[in-house]
């Protein structure tokens, strides 16, 4: 594995005084756990409709070398394997590539159960305490990260129809460019 389980997470960012964990960074290899976890695949699908963290770039999957499998969840159309996702219960997080999607479909990955567990009961990724946890998680990782913050609050609202929180609501102008974005990352 690229990070083994359940280590600190810190690729993309710091998150200070958070525990935030990492869940499915496999590299290349197959040294990773196997089994199947019937529905993780569909709990896991609205996360990945909403990821975090984009890369330039194309990381192709380091098992079979896909890039950019496409998926959709709704109406909501995505490719893996340029961003992350966020899963929570209580106040701990686990910080994964979308291409776990990707891992737990096809090559059979099974996660700690403690990440799927959180998958199963933690706090719903399509709800407004989602949303609002996200968003503090987000800004807790220091000032640069905050317009990041508001375009991820954004954009989980259009996905989710969560509300932004107020300060975004009174710059949402600002973030019509959102739209571009938007269309440039629909594989459709
Ligand atoms: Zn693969």
């Known amino acids: 594995?690229?990070?083994?389980?359940?280590?600190?997470?810190?690729?993309?960012?710091n998150y200070p005084g958070r525990k935030v964990f990492n869940v499915g960074w496999l590299g290349e290899g197959r040294d990773f756990p196997t089994g199947d976890e019937r529905g993780l695949y569909e709990k896991l699908l609205p996360y990945c409709a909403h990821s975090i963290e984009p890369k330039p770039g194309v990381y192709p999957c380091p098992i079979c070398g896909e890039t950019m499998p496409s998926k959709q969840w709704g109406t909501k159309k995505f490719s893996l394997g340029h961003s992350e996702i966020r899963?929570?219960?209580?106040?701990?997080?686990?910080a994964s590539p979308t291409m776990i999607l990707h891992y737990v479909e096809r090559h059979h990955y099974r996660p700690p159960l403690d990440f799927i567990r959180a998958c199963f009961h933690g706090v719903d990724p399509t709800s407004q305490e989602y949303s609002?946890?996200?968003y503090e998680l987000q800004r807790s990782a220091g000032p640069r990260r905050h317009r990041h913050a508001k375009m991820t609050a954004i954009l989980g609202s259009r996905i989710f129809g969560t509300t932004p929180p107020p300060e975004?609501?009174?710059?949402?102008?600002?973030?019509?460019?959102?739209?571009?974005?938007?269309?440039?990352?629909?594989?459709?």
């Open 1 to 13: 594995m690229r990070y083994a389980d359940l280590t600190k997470y810190r690729y993309s960012i």
């Open 87 to 94: 899963v929570v219960i209580e106040d701990v997080w686990y």
């Open 132 to 134: 609002d946890a996200l």
């Open 168 to 188: 975004v609501l009174q710059n949402i102008g600002d973030y019509d460019f959102l739209d571009e974005l938007e269309a440039k990352c629909d594989p459709s």
